[in-house]
């Protein structure tokens, strides 16, 4: 039933989780060198809540990202 329930809220698009992208530990600590688009992990900005070392993107920053390319 679980399983029902969670395939049901990701056709309804009521789950965000695939929305959550780790955070760079480098960068948390000041320490990485690669720039944002080269690092294969999030590097927000200072007023984006981070929580358990993941944030949470935006729906329409990426579809925008996407008709950009």
């Known amino acids: 039933m679980a ?3 969670n395939m049901t809220n990701l056709l309804n ?3 965000s989780r695939w929305l959550q992208l780790e955070v760079c530990r ?5 320490k990485c060198s690669r720039p944002d688009t080269e690092c294969k992990f999030a590097h ?3 007023n ?3 929580q358990n070392g993941r944030v949470t993107a ?3 920053s990426i ?3 996407e008709t950009l390319n």
Not at 26 to 30: I, K, T, V
């Open 3 to 5: 399983a029902m329930m």
């Open 44 to 46: 927000p900005p200072a």
């Open 63 to 65: 579809k925008e990202i």
């Open 26 to 30: 480098e960068f948390q600590r000041n």
């Open 48 to 50: 984006v809540e981070v």
């Open 13 to 15: 698009g009521k789950d």
């Open 58 to 60: 935006c729906y329409d």
